[in-house]
Nanobody, 119 residues
Framework: QVHLVESGGDLVQPGGSLRLSCAASGLIFRIDIMGWYRQAPGKQRELVATISRRNGNTDYADSVEGRFTISRDNTNDTVYLQMNSLKPEDTAVYYC????????????WGQGTQVTVSS
C-alpha cells in the first residue's frame, strides 16, 4: 500500500504563487509516474502535471504550461507543484496521484488540498 499526503494549499491573490507538497510513504517503490490533479466545484477532476520518479520526465496540461512546475525529491519521497502567476480559474482541490507499476489500473490518491485564488 502507498499513502499520499498533500499540503500547502491556501488562499492566494491572483498573480501570486504557492508550492504544494505530496509526501509518499509505504511501498513507494511500486510507483514511477506521480501526478497532480485538480477538481473545481461542479467540474470533473483534471490532470495538471505528471513526473517520472525514475527519470524526472514531466508533462503538463496546456492550461498550466509555463506557470506550474512539477518536481520530485526521491530522498524524501516527495513531489512538489510550484504554482506561479495563479489565476482565479486555478481554484480547486488539488490531489496527488500515483500509479502502481505492478497492478494495472491501481491508483493511489491523497486526500487533497484546497487552493483558492481570489482577491
Amino acid at each position: 500500500q502507498v499513502h499520499l499526503v498533500e499540503s500547502g494549499g491556501d488562499l492566494v491573490q491572483p498573480g501570486g504563487s504557492l508550492r504544494l507538497s505530496c509526501a509518499a510513504s509505504g511501498l513507494i517503490f511500486r510507483i514511477d509516474i506521480m501526478g497532480w490533479y485538480r477538481q473545481a466545484p461542479g467540474k470533473q477532476r483534471e490532470l495538471v502535471a505528471t513526473i517520472s520518479r525514475r527519470n524526472g520526465n514531466t508533462d503538463y496540461a496546456d492550461s498550466v504550461e509555463g506557470r506550474f512546475t512539477i518536481s520530485r525529491d526521491n530522498t524524501n519521497d516527495t513531489v512538489y507543484l510550484q504554482m506561479n502567476s495563479l489565476k482565479p480559474e486555478d481554484t480547486a482541490v488539488y490531489y496527488c496521484n500515483g500509479d502502481d507499476m505492478y497492478v494495472p489500473d491501481r491508483t493511489y490518491w491523497g486526500q487533497g488540498t484546497q487552493v483558492t485564488v481570489s482577491s
